[in-house]
């Protein structure tokens, strides 16, 4: 189990009703587009699964780089359970995350994972894991970029 990162692309019309509160034509997951072909749905998400925090470990950095907002925010605790993030990102700031995260090299991500004392042993392991996403990440901004739409994400 586990808390998860799930980013959906959506159009600017439901941006614009969940930048102000919930979007009654959205469904519970908002997304107007039809996904009906696995391909379809490789195409029009982004399953981090677990890696999220690395990749907040990566990408937020003093100042903060615009790809950082590709997985910014966390749960929220309650009691022992906890509630999902909800997280929204424009159109124009999907191009400069696309953008940012281009930049983005395994290296990077080495220096930024493997030098982490609190990974100890398991620095490898977590390399390793966002390295595999890494690629990933970059061809979904860059495709939802490219088609002027936006990002809704969950980390929960």
Known sequence: ??????????????????????????????????????????????????????????LETQPPRPAAALV????????????????????????????????VTTELVRQRVLVEPRYGDRAQDNFDYVSHFLPEAKDFTRRVANEGRAILYYIG
């Open 72 to 103: 910014h925010g966390d749960v929220t605790y309650v009691g022992m359970d906890y509630r999902s993030y909800r997280g929204l990102i424009s159109a124009a700031e999907v191009r400069r995350v696309a953008d940012d995260l281009a930049t």
């Open 1 to 58: 189990m586990g808390i998860r990162y799930l980013a959906i692309s959506i159009d600017e019309r439901d941006f614009a009703h969940l930048s102000v509160g919930d979007c009654v034509t959205c469904g519970e997951e908002p997304q107007l587009r039809r996904l009906d072909y696995e391909e379809d749905r490789n195409r029009e998400t982004l399953d981090l699964d677990k890696s999220w925090g690395y990749f907040q470990h990566v």
